[in-house]
C-alpha cells in the first residue's frame, strides 16, 4: 500500500524551514483518495485491514480507522463484514479513461434581471431553536476591535473610496489561502469575487451564468434563497429529490431539463443534513460538462464539522471543474458583517473584469481589510476552533433531549453544522407546530417551508442549536414535545370513529 499512496511525513521530516506538515490522519486521507481518484486503487478494491496499514505507514490504529471512517462518510469507500472497499466512481481516472481538458468558458450575460416579489414571514431570531444563527456572544469582539483599528490606522484615507469591485486583494489573497488550506479548494486570489453576503454570489452566479428563459435545477427540500436568486434571473426552476447522499438527479433529467445552472449544498445539505457522496459529485461534474451546465457548491457550514476531518470541497475534486463555489462569512463570523464570496473558474476570472466593473461597485473596504488581517493573523482559525467544540456540544444537547422526548422519530442533520432536523408524522402539521412554538417564544422552522413541491415526506422541524446555550436545549424541546402531543390528541379526536 505504501507503493501506492506514498509515505507520509512526520514533523522529524521537515527543516526548520519548511512548512509543519498536516496532521497524520488528514495526509493519509488525502493519499488515500488521491489513489482512488486516480484510479491506482480501482473500485472494488480490498483495502488492508486498519491493523495491517498502521503497521505499514508507521502510523497508529486510530489515525486509520478515523480515515477510513471519514472515506466512508463520503462515500469513497464502502465497509461491510469482509473488510472496506474502494467504491464505484465516475472519475474517469478510476475507470482507466483518457482525461481529456474541458473547452475554455465563455461569460454570459443575462440581459435583465426579472422582478421577484415574495412573502416572508418574519420571526425574531433570537429565540431558542433559530436555525442558520451562530454563537453571538462567544464571538471575540476584541480580537476584532483590533482588526478594525489595524485597518484604520494602515487604510485610511484611502479606504473611503469604491475600492475594486472584485473585492480587496489582500481579503481574496487570505480567502484563497484560507480555502486552500481547509477546504481543498483549488484556486489563488484572483479568482476570488467579494460580495455583499452569499445571496449577492448567488445572485452574480446567475447574472454571469445564465439568460432569461434558461433552465436551473435546485434541492427539494433546499436553501430558498437559490430559489429566489434564479427566479430573479427569470429560470426555469426545477426541483430536484434529496436522499441520504445528497441531491438524486434522475438520469433522464438531464436529456428532458438540461440545466445550465445546478446548486446544491454538498458538504452539509440544507436542511436534511446529508452529505453529497463522492461518486454522485463525480457525476455530477461530468455529466455537467457534457451539457455546458455550471454546478453552484454553496458552502454553507461545512466548516463546522463535529467529528474528523471537514469534507473536502467538490470544486476541488478533479482538474477544471465546472464548479462555481459559493461561502460566506454569515455562520462563520456574525450575519451583519454582509461579506460572502464566489470562486470563479480560472478562465472565467481572467475574463470577467469588465463584466463586474458593470456588476458590482466595491465598498466596506474597511471591513475587508480587517477580515483579511483577522484571518491571516490566525484569530479566525482559533475561532472557528472554538466554535466547532461549542457547536458539537450543543449537538449532543440537542440529540439527548430529542432521544428523551420525541423517540422513536427520525433526525436528520449529520455531524456538521448548527442544525438537526426532526421529522413529524403526517398528523402533526409542522407549520401548525411552528405557530404554536414561536407562540411559546421557540424558533423551529417548518421543513415543508424548504419544498418547491409538496411531499408527504417533507413534514418536520429545523431546529437550530448554534444560538441556543446546551442548558437551554432540554427546556425548550420538552415544551416543543408537549405541543406536539397537543396536536396528537387533537388529531385523535377529530378522527375517532
Not at 11 to 31: G, M, S
Amino acid at each position: 500500500m505504501i507503493e501506492i499512496i506514498g509515505p507520509l511525513a512526520s514533523p522529524a521530516d521537515v527543516t526548520p524551514a519548511d512548512k509543519k506538515p498536516a496532521p497524520l490522519q488528514k495526509q493519509l486521507i488525502e493519499r488515500l483518495q488521491q489513489a482512488i481518484l486516480a484510479g491506482r486503487l480501482p473500485a472494488g478494491s480490498l483495502l488492508p485491514s486498519s491493523r495491517l496499514l498502521a503497521a505499514e505507514m508507521g502510523v497508529s490504529r486510530n489515525t486509520v480507522v478515523i480515515a477510513y471512517e471519514h472515506l466512508a462518510a463520503v462515500g469513497y469507500v464502502v465497509a461491510d463484514k469482509k473488510g472496506t472497499r474502494v467504491s464505484p466512481l465516475s472519475s474517469p481516472a478510476a475507470r482507466g479513461e483518457p482525461q481529456t481538458p474541458s473547452a475554455a468558458p465563455e461569460v454570459a450575460y443575462a440581459g435583465r434581471v426579472g422582478q421577484f416579489t415574495a412573502a416572508h414571514t418574519h420571526t425574531d431570531n433570537t429565540l431558542p431553536l433559530t436555525p442558520g444563527t451562530p454563537a453571538l456572544d462567544r464571538f471575540p469582539l476584541s480580537a476584532w476591535r483590533r482588526a478594525l483599528e489595524r485597518s484604520m490606522e494602515h487604510a485610511l484615507p484611502l479606504a473611503l473610496g469604491y475600492g475594486t469591485p472584485a473585492g480587496e486583494p489582500a481579503l481574496r489573497d487570505a480567502i484563497a489561502a484560507h480555502l486552500r488550506m481547509s477546504r481543498g479548494v483549488r484556486c489563488h486570489g484572483s479568482q476570488v469575487v467579494i460580495t455583499e453576503g452569499a445571496q449577492e454570489a448567488l445572485n452574480l452566479c446567475v447574472r454571469l451564468f445564465t439568460n432569461p428563459g434558461e433552465t436551473a435545477w435546485v434541492e427539494d427540500p433546499g436553501y430558498r434563497g437559490a430559489k429566489a436568486a434564479f427566479n430573479l434571473g427569470d429560470l426555469t426552476t426545477v426541483p430536484m429529490p434529496v436522499d441520504s447522499e445528497g441531491i438524486a438527479v434522475p438520469p433522464q433529467a438531464w436529456r428532458t431539463h438540461p440545466p445550465k445552472l445546478i446548486y446544491t449544498s454538498p458538504a452539509h445539505q440544507y436542511p436534511t443534513g446529508s452529505v453529497l457522496s463522492v461518486a454522485r459529485r463525480l457525476e455530477l461534474i461530468a455529466q455537467a460538462r457534457r451539457c455546458g451546465a455550471w454546478l453552484i457548491e454553496d458552502d454553507y457550514d461545512g466548516e463546522f464539522r463535529h467529528t474528523g476531518e471537514p469534507i473536502a470541497s467538490m470544486q476541488g475534486l478533479v482538474d477544471d471543474a465546472p464548479v462555481l463555489y459559493v461561502g460566506s462569512f454569515s455562520k462563520t463570523m456574525f450575519p451583519a458583517l454582509r461579506i460572502g464570496f464566489v470562486v470563479l473558474p480560472p478562465a472565467i476570472a481572467a475574463h470577467a473584469d469588465v463584466a463586474l466593473q458593470e456588476m458590482l461597485r466595491g465598498g466596506h473596504r474597511q471591513e475587508q481589510l480587517a477580515l483579511a488581517y483577522f484571518i491571516e493573523s490566525g484569530e479566525f482559525g482559533r475561532h472557528l476552533g472554538r466554535m466547532r467544540r461549542l457547536y458539537r456540544e450543543r449537538q449532543q444537547a440537542l440529540r439527548d433531549a430529542l432521544a428523551a422526548h420525541f423517540a422513536p422519530s427520525q433526525i436528520l442533520g449529520g455531524n456538521c453544522g448548527m442544525h438537526l432536523t426532526l421529522c413529524l408524522p403526517a398528523r402533526i402539521s409542522d407549520r401548525t407546530l411552528v405557530e404554536r412554538a414561536l407562540a411559546a417564544r421557540l424558533n423551529p422552522r417548518a421543513l415543508s417551508g424548504f419544498a418547491l413541491q409538496p411531499r408527504e415526506a417533507a413534514n418536520g422541524l429545523v431546529i437550530g442549536y448554534g444560538s441556543t446555550p446546551a442548558e437551554q436545549l432540554a427546556p425548550a424541546i420538552r415544551v416543543l414535545a408537549g405541543l406536539a402531543g397537543e396536536m396528537a390528541d387533537e388529531f385523535k379526536r377529530t378522527h375517532a370513529v
